[in-house]
């Protein structure tokens, strides 16, 4: 079992930004994917971000590459989305997960058995 637990969400207005951490702990999360998903309200859970513990691979959903960057602190056990540039459509809960996911499979919420509690993100215009 994986122990995710988010931080760092708030109020922002547009354009600003706003860093997320994820600190993670349990057995074998080394070898797993670490994603970010976020949740607006009336809305299905979608994929932010995610990253290889395992060697760092990232990726990113079209809708916020080149504004939010995901990366791994191997020594803290943490994950962080550096959030920039961000918009009031970035508003929701952002939720971190783990799974021993394929890359292909990585987007997909259902995939993933491992979640934090959520942070919200709100972004005023």
């Known amino acids: 079992q994986v122990q995710l637990v988010e931080s760092g969400g708030g109020l922002v207005q547009a354009g600003g930004s706003l860093r997320l951490s994820c600190a993670v702990s349990?057995?074998?999360?080394?070898?797993?994917?670490m994603g970010w998903f976020r949740q607006a309200p009336g809305k299905e859970r979608e994929f932010a971000a995610a990253?290889?513990?395992?060697?760092?691979?990232?990726y990113y959903a079209d809708s916020v590459k080149g504004r939010f960057t995901i990366s791994k602190d191997n020594a803290n056990n943490t994950v962080t989305l550096q959030m920039n540039s961000l918009k009031p459509e970035d508003t929701a809960v952002y939720y971190c997960?783990?799974?021993?996911?394929?890359?292909?499979?990585?987007?997909?919420?259902?995939?993933?058995?491992?979640w934090g509690q959520g942070t919200q993100v709100t972004v005023s215009s």
């Open positions: 997960a783990a799974a021993p996911v394929p890359i292909s499979s990585l987007r997909l919420s259902s995939r993933y058995n491992n």
């Open positions: 349990g057995r074998t999360f080394r070898t797993y994917i």
């Open positions: 990253i290889a513990w395992t060697g760092g691979a990232t």
